[in-house]
């Protein structure tokens, strides 16, 4: 794991328990994967985030910085990938 990797989870923590500490799930994250063609500034590198209720996946959502459609969301309870969408936005 890189500092990169490092700083980026923190930001993704603090956010995450900014905007949703309230929300009683296990949370996922790989802070970016794909590190080394990050570090070498070549495409194929994502940020991945998911939420995780009594065993469960109830949310998973990948971002791709540099994808022309750049947030991708799976879920159980569809009114969770506005939610999800609308806090990578903010980013």
């Given at each position: 794991?890189?500092?990169i990797?490092?700083?980026s ?83």
């Open positions: 794991m890189t500092e990797d490092k700083r989870e923190r930001m993704i923590r603090s956010c995450i328990l900014e905007s949703a500490r309230d929300i009683p799930y296990l949370w996922i994250v790989d802070p970016i994967g794909g590190t080394a063609n990050f570090i070498h500034s070549i495409p194929g590198f994502t940020v991945s985030i998911a939420w995780v209720y009594q065993g469960k996946l109830v949310l998973g959502v990948i971002y791709d910085l540099l994808a022309e459609m750049n947030c991708f969301g799976q879920s159980e309870a569809r009114g969770r990938i506005a939610m999800a969408i609308q806090f990578q936005s903010q980013q």
